[in-house]
């Protein structure tokens, strides 16, 4: 049966694109025709060193681990990959929970909240996305889900924009001490990539420690490297008491993610928070990851440089382009969006740019970027080249 019949007939969702994947190589997807298209998306924050990075190629395929292991025994791998997460993630956060994806260590890190502070309410941003599950979704945006929308009935929302008064907002709510954590990215790459100010973040930080809410970071979408540095909340000197990841931890080659506390939070709640997840850190995955963020690691300064001259090159190229509407750009490293305030336009120019060769996408009335950190200065260019022809 054709790709497309099939796809209908038997993957359940409810919208797909017209554009069957064969390959992927460095910056570029190829479709089942041949041709080529440069990703600016990296499967939404996956692969941030490009697709088919050979050094990693060639790792996994010389994988000789054993093919599982019960999450309850031990596997030297699951320790090196955890004492890595703590080298380089912020503060005192030192201890993993081992898990499948970013979902699981938003849900995870959610537990973590409630069996340590013994408080069942939840702050987030409105419109915010993190993750499926049931308690995931309702930490999310509440429009467009009528059937869904905020299955837990104590997840409140705090309305952008993230200045003083919404701080005054969140204050309200963490005066009750009863909210168990405050819940965000610290850069929305789901927000059409929102960056609040830093009073707004050093305050958020305070209001936290004050009101003994613990303050949870999701940096499933912006880790290891998106935003130019390794961690997107260490534009803001946070110190957060849990922070999630998974997507660019093992650069797409297999599927995990992780939360990470502090030893006197996991030590504390360790009786009453028990993950075991059978697939968390499977031998592949951690395999994967410790190649994929040995290289990061390796190489970051250098790269957190390039992302920052990428960053500032794009921008100041779409600063010169003439869109048919007033626009505003909003950039924090290699995560990158145009507010062309028309959604309309905004899908026109997407279609556009796949047409022509580019792969972006939309969010409401921005276009949304997030090109490899490994992009080259020609590869830009020619992306820029087709921006400027689609709009
Ligand atoms: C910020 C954020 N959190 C959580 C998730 C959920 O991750 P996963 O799809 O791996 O479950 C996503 C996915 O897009 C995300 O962007």
């Known amino acids: 049966m054709e790709?497309?019949?099939?796809?209908?007939?038997?993957?359940?969702?409810?919208?797909?694109?017209d554009f069957e994947i064969a390959r992927a190589e460095g910056i570029y997807i190829y479709d089942n025709r041949d041709n080529k298209y440069i990703d600016f998306l990296m499967g939404w924050c996956v692969g941030n060193l490009g697709w088919g990075n050979p050094e990693i190629e060639k790792a996994m395929r010389e994988f000789d681990g054993p093919d599982y292991v019960l999450p309850g025994f031990m596997y030297k791998p699951w320790s090196e990959l955890a004492e890595l997460l703590?080298?380089?993630?912020?503060?005192?956060?030192?201890?993993?929970?081992?898990?499948?994806?970013?979902?699981?260590?938003?849900?995870?890190?959610?537990q973590l909240a409630m069996a340590y502070t013994g408080r069942r309410k939840f702050l987030s941003l409105e419109g915010s996305y993190h993750g499926n599950s049931i308690a995931t979704l309702s930490l999310g945006g509440s429009e467009g889900k009528d059937k869904l929308a905020n299955p837990l009935q104590n997840c409140h929302k705090i309305e952008l924009p993230l200045?003083?008064?919404?701080?005054?907002?969140?204050?309200?709510?963490?005066k009750q001490k009863d909210v168990a954590a405050f819940i965000m990215e610290a850069v929305s790459c789901n927000l059409g990539v929102y960056i609040p100010k830093p009073e707004f973040m050093r305050g958020l930080q305070a209001l936290c420690r004050q009101y003994g809410t613990l303050l949870v970071i999701d940096e499933v979408a912006t880790g290891f490297g998106r935003t130019g540095k390794m961690f997107a909340c260490m534009h803001f000197g946070l110190e957060p008491d849990i922070l999630c990841m998974g997507k660019a931890l093992s650069g797409g080659y297999a599927g995990i993610g992780a939360t990470i506390t502090t030893?006197?939070?996991?030590?504390?709640?360790?009786?009453?928070?028990?993950?075991?997840?059978?697939?968390g850190w499977h031998p592949r995955s951690v395999h994967a990851a410790l190649v994929n963020l040995n290289y990061i690691v390796r190489n970051e300064e250098e790269l957190m440089?390039?992302?920052k001259e990428m960053s500032a090159r794009i921008v100041s190229s779409m600063l010169?382009?003439?869109?048919?509407?007033?626009?505003?750009?909003?950039?924090?490293?290699?995560?990158?969006?145009?507010?062309?305030?028309?959604?309309?336009?905004?899908?026109?120019?997407k279609k556009q740019?796949?047409?022509n060769g580019l792969v972006i996408t939309v969010q409401e009335t921005k276009l949304v970027f997030?090109?490899?950190?490994?992009?080259?200065?020609e590869e830009v260019e020619e992306a820029m080249a087709i921006l400027r022809n689609s709009i």
């Open 3 to 17: 790709t497309k019949k099939a796809d209908k007939k038997f993957v359940a969702r409810s919208k797909f694109e």
């Open 86 to 110: 703590a080298e380089i993630t912020p503060g005192n956060l030192s201890k993993s929970f081992r898990t499948t994806g970013g979902t699981e260590s938003v849900e995870t890190a959610m």
């Open 163 to 174: 200045d003083e008064k919404a701080l005054a907002r969140v204050e309200t709510q963490l």
């Open 263 to 279: 030893e006197e939070i996991a030590d504390a709640v360790k009786e009453d928070v028990s993950i075991y997840s059978t697939y």
């Open 305 to 307: 440089q390039h992302v």
């Open 320 to 349: 010169n382009m003439s869109f048919r509407t007033e626009t505003q750009i909003h950039a924090k490293g290699l995560a990158i969006s145009v507010d062309v305030n028309d959604s309309d336009y905004a899908e026109e120019i």
């Open 353 to 355: 740019c796949r047409k």
């Open 370 to 377: 997030f090109p490899a950190l490994t992009i080259k200065k």
